[in-house]
């Protein structure tokens, strides 16, 4: 169409060229007739144009989209089990008040709260003068003790150095340059060498007490993390009292502990 209108602008040119040239009173008589005339074509060829397009151009679809009924969005779910972390602040202030119900809790004492049993492991907080300190895993709870597979029982119990060079005593030594002798639970019921030890699952322990940093529930193996670091520094802070023969105990509390301490509500359990 440019095309077009640009051989007609020529065109007209051409035409009052020749008719200034020719016959210039002429032209002033119809030169407003030509301008309105160029605009008349222009117009008529656009309008030309613009109709034979029309039926080769979609047309706009002003239907009305049908809308469903509004989604609402997600509903709020119950609110998520508090993590055994969030419990942690609690316990230690019912620890320091010195006594839960009818369970009083020395605080020169190194004290362990059982709070899973999965039939096959035992897990744990361990405090320390009423602060945490690490995790706990032992085997499981067995009415009839099964050896190599039975928690020991709870109570107290007198804390000591094993100075009896055994086997498991010189392999720590041999890998630790700070190890002197295993640190053993005294007076358990049908149980001896129970010791505090490192290791990762029940597969590690014959009913002694497994210490690590960090803790694994998630899994179908409920297992300990970082170990050795928190057996070192439970060793280094506890060796030099036992060394001097200082008095010491530890106090093992099963998982109904969390229940007679009033931690675990109707809407709030312990988890990891």
């Not at 004290?111 to 995790?135: H, I, S, W």
């Not at 109570?155 to 060079?165: E, K, W």
């Amino acid at each position: 169409m440019k095309r077009l209108l640009g051989l007609l602008a020529i065109a007209l040119i051409a035409v009052l060229i020749l008719l200034l040239v020719t016959n210039p009173e002429i032209l002033n008589k119809v030169w407003m007739w030509l301008i309105g005339f160029a605009g008349y074509v222009y117009l008529l060829i656009e309008k030309g144009v613009e109709a034979l397009k029309s039926p080769f151009q979609a047309k706009p679809d002003v239907t009305p989209k049908k809308t469903g009924p509004q989604v609402p969005g997600p509903i709020p779910g119950p609110e998520k089990p508090r993590s055994l972390e969030d419990h942690v602040e609690k316990i230690e202030g019912l620890l320091r008040k010195g006594a839960v119900k009818d369970t009083p809790l020395s605080q020169q004492e190194v004290t362990v709260l059982r709070y899973m049993d999965d039939g096959e492991t035992t897990l744990g907080l361990l405090f320390l003068q009423n602060k945490f300190f690490a995790y706990t895993l032992e085997d499981t709870h067995q009415d009839e003790k099964i050896a190599g597979s039975t928690r020991i029982p709870q109570g107290i119990y007198p804390l000591i150095l094993n100075r009896n060079l055994t086997d498991l005593t010189q392999r720590y030594r041999n890998q630790f340059q700070w190890f002197d002798f295993h640190i053993e639970l005294k007076d358990v019921p049908d149980f001896s060498n129970v010791y505090i030890h490192i290791g990762n699952s029940h597969q590690d322990t014959r009913g002694c007490i497994l210490i690590a940093d960090g803790v694994t529930a998630a899994g179908t193996e409920k297992m300990i993390t970082h170990s050795r670091i928190a057996f070192e520094r439970f060793y280094k802070t506890l060796y030099p009292k036992l060394k001097h023969n200082e008095k010491m105990e530890i106090r093992i509390l099963d998982e109904n502990w969390f229940q007679k301490a009033r931690i675990q509500t109707e809407n709030e359990s312990i988890s990891t």
